[in-house]
């Protein structure tokens, strides 16, 4: 407003100085509670399990977990040494023998997203604290998929298996199964199936001794948007971990209990069309094409992402299109399309619905609270059409730096696509899978399968998001932009409501912290 006095930011907003009242040591009573909508069982998982390397937010995208070191002795063949003195959550050993013993199982229903199932041949022990991988072929993702592939105790295996298939993760039972620093003692959740809460404790023989920080983090699965930020923002010990949508980023900064964090992330929004229903204005190109040139990109990412993002390389910019304006209009014109998305998203559909609304499309809403839903839909729709024209995933990470959770969705006969008949994106694919990320030839291949989907309008693209949080003031944590988030090195402080207990939150804590933006 004209004559408006300018208010500093730093006048109404405090430092935040949680980290000074930080607990030495693990407190029996400390608890922390999380809500992320998005492949809950990913998280959980990083959590109660390890592998030989694990996910990292590094220029590789990996680090040493299990094994201490690796040597590439030919294209076919890795050496891989052992972290010693290590033991599975029940107590029991970890060595070659569980490694071989697991792989055993593993490559009897390993998982199918990638092509490890088809690339790893098998899995030799060279001593008690040594092991070779054998391939059938070059892989340039092998150290992608070692940290998807755990490790689990024999009591676990021989009542579960190795449930591989389209997800990776393998949490079918509460238990001391694994080897990571939270034992999973209440639910379970795998991607396919989940309890509506996971509990996790700390894990008394994890190998980092330093670690977990935290006694007890309970993991909730389908909470509905709403509920989620009103336990995050107005309860105190309702919520300490949430992502929240961009449009509630002065809500949490306002908040008494929480504190805004957001930094860049490798995430994208996976918005599918459903090219298997081929009786839908959708099959066509020319309506996908014409779907992705109505879209204002940069518009999308100032009023709808709040600009907590970055413009996706994949989608038409204003000078892309390959369409007339004119065929884009007379396309569009009074077409009507069924969304199945989950309710934490509405917030980005709303943006799309306003500007296709501009061109006469209707949107009708298939709304859940449960991503598991939405993989259901998916998933069934290999075995008969489903009625969705386009369906949204939440949030989906470069996994370790690496595109091939994006590229997953063009690759023919993967259970997440939807693309048939594309021999060319299939040959880029398959050499895709031979290259190591290090390698020049890793960027040429990525640019021409992006280039590939824009063409075929094999998605409807939007913006990469930022990674946004709502945090609880008395957590002490900088969270990743990678599809991981390492709690068992989060803190709290003396004030936090799991050692308060019955005391009230005090009144000078409540003011609103400066917004904390991680590079």
């Not at 990571?180 to 001794?209: C, D, F, H």
């Not at 923002?233 to 008494?256: A, C, R, V």
């Not at 996908?288 to 910019?317: H, I, M, V, W």
């Not at 640019?447 to 063409?455: G, Y």
Request: proline share 6%; with cysteine; hydrophobic share 35%.
């Amino acid at each position: 407003m004209y004559g408006a006095e300018v208010v500093d930011e730093k006048e109404i907003y405090h430092e935040d100085t949680s980290a000074s009242r930080v607990l030495k040591g693990r407190d029996p009573r400390s608890h922390i509670k999380v809500f992320l909508p998005s492949m809950p069982y990913n998280y959980v998982s990083r959590l109660v399990n390890e592998g030989l390397v694990r996910l990292a937010e590094n220029e590789q995208g990996w680090e040493y977990s299990l094994a201490t070191k690796s040597t590439k002795l030919s294209p076919l063949l890795y050496e891989f040494e052992l972290r010693q003195g290590v033991r599975f959550q029940d107590g029991t050993p970890f060595n070659a023998d569980s490694v071989i013993h697991n792989f055993s199982y593993f490559l009897k229903q390993p998982f199918n997203y990638t092509n490890i199932h088809h690339s790893l041949q098998r899995v030799e022990k060279i001593s008690e604290f040594k092991i070779r991988l054998h391939l059938s072929q070059p892989y340039g993702m092998l150290f992608r998929d070692l940290a998807r592939i755990y490790f689990y105790s024999e009591a676990y295996l021989s009542s579960f298996g190795w449930g591989g298939a389209e997800t990776g993760a393998n949490i079918k039972a509460s238990g001391p199964y694994g080897l990571g620093p939270y034992i999973l003692v209440e639910g379970m959740i795998t991607g396919r199936e989940q309890t509506p809460k996971a509990i996790l404790k700390a894990n008394p023989y994890y190998w980092e001794s330093e670690y977990p920080s935290i006694e007890t983090i309970t993991f909730y699965t389908e909470l509905e948007t709403q509920e989620a930020l009103h336990l995050a923002l107005f309860e105190d010990g309702g919520l300490d971990f949430m992502q929240i949508p961009f449009n509630k980023k002065i809500e949490t900064m306002l908040s008494p209990y929480a504190k805004l964090v957001s930094k860049p992330s490798s995430h994208n929004f996976t918005i599918y069309f459903n090219l298997l229903k081929h009786y839908s204005p959708i099959a066509r190109k020319e309506v996908r094409q014409a779907l992705n040139c109505a879209l204002n990109q940069k518009n999308l990412l100032d009023f709808t992402y709040k600009k907590e993002g970055r413009l996706n390389p994949s989608a038409f910019n204003a000078n892309e299109c390959p369409l007339d304006s004119s065929v884009v209009e007379r396309t569009l014109k009074g077409l009507e399309l069924h969304v199945a998305t989950q309710d934490s998203l509405l917030f980005l559909w709303k943006g799309i619905e306003y500007q296709l609304s501009m061109y006469g499309v209707k949107l009708r809403y298939t709304i859940t609270t449960s991503e598991k839903e939405i993989y259901n839909l998916t998933q069934k729709n290999h075995k008969s059409i489903q009625d969705w024209d386009i369906l949204i995933q939440n949030t989906q990470d470069w996994y370790g730096r690496h595109p091939w959770p994006v590229f997953i969705r063009y690759q023919e006969d993967n259970p997440w696509s939807f693309v048939h008949h594309d021999a060319v994106m299939e040959s880029y694919i398959h050499q895709f899978f031979r290259i190591e990320q290090e390698e020049p030839l890793f960027q040429t291949l990525t640019h021409q399968i992006q280039n590939r989907a824009k063409k075929e309008a094999y998605m409807l693209f939007v913006p990469t998001p930022n990674a946004v949080f709502a945090m609880n003031k008395e957590l002490v944590f900088e969270p990743l932009g990678i599809g991981m988030q390492p709690f068992w090195k989060a803190k709290i402080t003396n004030q936090h409501w799991s050692i308060r207990g019955d005391t009230p939150y005090p009144v000078e804590l409540q003011t609103p912290l400066l917004p904390k933006r991680l590079p």
